[in-house]
């Protein structure tokens, strides 16, 4: 089956940018998602099709994906960012969606 | 306005069989590029897609449960049904539906539903 590696965990400071990588095999021919999971609540869809944000969704998230890696970027961030956050893409060879295994995003 | 209802039993002994029900509104599974998935997130753990439905009733399932699924829809009743057969406490977890896009657009879930939690215990 088709493997999304996340790291466990990623600080960052308020007002910092903070990173979480995504790799999987030519992730960059596939498209990439995100989402922000806060605790006891449903995810919600931050990027779409590598680089897109939903209607409603801060343009302070944004998203790239190229070689092996997909990066979800958020510039400036804040205390309300703090989450657990998914990548997620279809593989058309094994023909299903793939879950990372999630980053936990601190705020401090 | 998108929503999603899961229900279905909150307890299931084992080797039960689950029926998961979604039911949702503020759209129809017969428009071109759109879909329904089930995922599930054991407690703690990370999130694990089940199985996805298409307006063209393609089935797509996990392939470590594929075995085990079987993914419907009832297009009049704007529901999607789940089936997942000889459940272990193992498969206890919240189970979510959610709406998505096509798997040609990278079948992403915009809306998701609140989620049902199903223990597996005797």
């Known amino acids: 089956s088709y493997e999304l590696t996340q790291p466990p965990s990623v600080s960052v400071s308020p007002g910092q940018t903070a990173s979480i990588t995504c790799s999987g095999d030519k992730l960059g021919d596939k498209y990439a998602c995100w989402y922000q999971q806060k605790p006891g609540q449903s995810p919600v869809l931050v990027i779409y099709?590598?680089?897109r944000r939903p209607s409603g969704i801060p343009e302070r998230f944004s998203g790239s994906n190229s070689g092996n890696t997909a990066t979800l970027s958020i510039s400036g961030t804040q205390p309300v960012d703090e989450a657990d956050y998914y990548c997620q893409t279809w593989d058309r060879r094994t023909e299903t969606v793939e879950f990372g295994g999630g980053t936990k995003l601190t705020v401090l | 306005q998108v929503t999603l209802r899961e229900s279905g039993p909150a307890l299931v002994k084992p080797t039960q069989t689950l029926t998961l029900t979604c039911t949702f509104s503020?759209?129809?599974?017969?428009?071109?590029?759109?879909?329904v998935s089930w995922i599930r997130q054991s407690p703690g753990k990370a999130l694990e897609w089940l199985a996805l439905i298409d307006r063209d009733d393609d089935k797509y399932y996990s392939t470590s449960l594929k075995t085990r699924l079987t993914i419907s829809k009832d297009t009049s009743k704007n529901q999607v049904v789940l089936i997942l057969t000889n459940m272990d406490p193992v498969d206890t977890a919240t189970y979510y539906c959610?709406?998505?896009?096509?798997?040609?657009?990278?079948?992403?879930?915009?809306?998701w539903g609140q989620g049902t939690l199903v223990t597996v215990s005797s």
């Open positions: 959610a709406r998505g896009a096509g798997v040609a657009q990278g079948a992403h879930f915009d809306y």
């Open positions: 099709q590598d680089t």
């Open positions: 503020g759209f129809s599974l017969s428009t071109s590029g759109m879909c």
